[in-house]
Structure formats: structure tokens, C-alpha cells
């Protein structure tokens, strides 16, 4: 099926700095939204957005919506050990399709103490 | 607020074997989704329920897999017969409504199956 492009597909980055990833699609999309996944759990949801040009944060974390609606990128400021895991996005379309996700393939975040 | 419930978390059968998954949504959530991840993907949707309706099983193989939610709460999805590459994840969303603008999907922990 259909996936997002999301980049890029692994990091590994020292505590304390800071990330970024982001997502493209070739659909517009109505609504972005950013998940975390830990290992043998189901996505958590960290960020939504709603609006094309939105920049909304969630304590360190910081996502935007872009402009054309075919994209969006996630930033994570001061990074520390939690913060390791799989992020991914989804995108949502209008119309008949409202309810479902579109998800790109993930970001491994892997943190060095 | 209890969260979206899945059983079994892992399941490993024997290919050609029958295999069912069960989902309890989030109390008061209308709207239930299967989502299948594969290793290294994000998921995918399998089907969409409104209440006990499917309203989206575009991309749920018919031939092998069926799902039910006929009281509009609980839901169940099987495999009959399974197949090596099923093995996956199997994940359960809910929200509360479709309609609203911030309507939130929130997973359950998943299924993992194993087809030997």
C-alpha cells in the first residue's frame, strides 16, 4: 500500500542534541500527525496539525505542517535516553478516505548517554 | 481512562493453521481499525469499522482474512489459512469520531504473529 517517504531512517546522535526528520508525499494531506512506537508497543501520539504552515510544539518536541500540504517535519530539541524508539508520521485526506492513516516507514532513534 | 486491549501479544502457528485476534476498544469509541505492521514498516490499514459497520476493507485480503465487530464494541480479526508472510504485527486503533477535526486514533500494544 500507499507509505510516506520519511527521512531519514535512522539516527544516532550523543545526548543533549538535537533532531530532526522529516516526511514527504506525492497526496496532499488534511492533517499530520507524529507517533512514537517503543518496541513491542503500539504508536503513541506526540504532535497533530491541522492547518498547512502550523507549527505546534509539545514540550521538546516541535512539528510543522507544510505549506503545500505535502509535507511536515518533526524536531526533538536536547535529546536525552527515552527518546530512543521508531517515530513515525501519518497523513490524513479528506472526503471518503477521512479516517484513514497513511504512515511513512519510520525513523530509528537511537540516543548515546 | 483504560487504553485500546489486544490478545493474545504473541501468537506462533504453523502455516495453513487458523489463527483470531480479539480488540476491545477505548469505552465510547465509535470507530475501531486493524492495522497490520511489518517489520521495519508503518502500518497499514486493514480495515475500518463505524460502530458494527465496515466502512473501509479495501485492503483487507478477502480470501484469507475476515473481521467481525457485530455488537459495535469488541472486534475480532481472523486468518484462515495463514500464510508464512503474515507474520506481522496486528494492531488495533480506536477513536471516538471520525467526523471531528481532532478526532484522535489511539493503538492498542498489537498482536505479533509468527506463521512457522
Known amino acids: 500500500g500507499q507509505q510516506l517517504n520519511q527521512s531519514p531512517q535512522s539516527m544516532f546522535i550523543q545526548e543533549g542534541e538535537d533532531v530532526s526528520m522529516n516526511c514527504t508525499s506525492s497526496s496532499i494531506f488534511n492533517t499530520w500527525l507524529w507517533y512514537k512506537q517503543d518496541p513491542g508497543e503500539g504508536p503513541v501520539l506526540l504532535i497533530a496539525?491541522?492547518?498547512?504552515?502550523e507549527l505546534t510544539s509539545n514540550g521538546r518536541l516541535t512539528a510543522q505542517f507544510g505549506i503545500t500540504r505535502k509535507d511536515s517535519f518533526l524536531n526533538i530539541s536536547a535529546s536525552i535516553p527515552s527518546d530512543v524508539g521508531i517515530y513515525f508520521c501519518?497523513?490524513?485526506?479528506?472526503?471518503?478516505?477521512?479516517?484513514?492513516?497513511?504512515f511513512g516507514q519510520g525513523t530509528i532513534l537511537t540516543v548515546h548517554p | 481512562e483504560a487504553g485500546v486491549v489486544q490478545s493474545p501479544r504473541y501468537k506462533i502457528i504453523e502455516k495453513k493453521q487458523p489463527v483470531a485476534f480479539w480488540c476491545n476498544p477505548i469505552s465510547g469509541h465509535n470507530t475501531l481499525y486493524w492495522y497490520l505492521q511489518n517489520l521495519g514498516q508503518g502500518p497499514e490499514l486493514l480495515i475500518r469499522y463505524e460502530n458494527e459497520e465496515a466502512v473501509d476493507d479495501s485492503q483487507l485480503p478477502k480470501d484469507r482474512f475476515s473481521a467481525e465487530r457485530l455488537k459495535g464494541v469488541d472486534s475480532t480479526l481472523k486468518i484462515q489459512p495463514a500464510e508464512l508472510g503474515d507474520s506481522a504485527v496486528y494492531l488495533c486503533a480506536s477513536s471516538r469520531d471520525r467526523g471531528a477535526p481532532a478526532d484522535t486514533q489511539y493503538f492498542g500494544p498489537g498482536t505479533r504473529l509468527t506463521v512457522l
Open positions: 496539525l491541522y492547518k498547512a504552515g
Open positions: 501519518a497523513g490524513r485526506a479528506g472526503g471518503t478516505s477521512y479516517g484513514k492513516l497513511t
